[in-house]
């Protein structure tokens, strides 16, 4: 799973280009060429930090479009478990904003993991 973030190469500059409008900070701008390159492969294995407990593995899958505000589907499924199947669907831009945050985290703690804004608009939170 994190062998899948370690090998990304940078996207090229014409659609790093593209999105770069939509984000503000250094951060996001510096990881945004390993982010549009994880969007690129549809699909991302980690594992869901549970505080206190044991992480459970998941594999998120979405469609890819090369237009920022185009609408994504994401789909996350936990455990390899059907019924703990979940999808959310979202501008291109805002989804590849959740990939850098993956990414910051992968950075820190070498697991690939959603931030909890994430999981929040997947569980309808967020209504």
Known sequence: MSSAIRSLQPAPKGKVMVYMPYYKTANQ??????????????????????????????????????????????????????????ETTMANYEFINYLIEVLIVFQKHRIADFSKSFYRKLLSMDD
């Open 29 to 86: 701008r510096n990881a945004l060429p390993l982010a549009i390159s994880l969007y690129d492969r549809g699909n991302l294995e980690g594992e869901r930090n549970i505080e206190g407990g044991k992480n459970v593995p998941f594999i998120a899958t979405w469609n890819v479009s090369s237009l920022p505000a185009d609408p994504m589907r994401c789909r996350v499924q936990f455990d390899n478990n059907a019924d703990l199947t979940y």
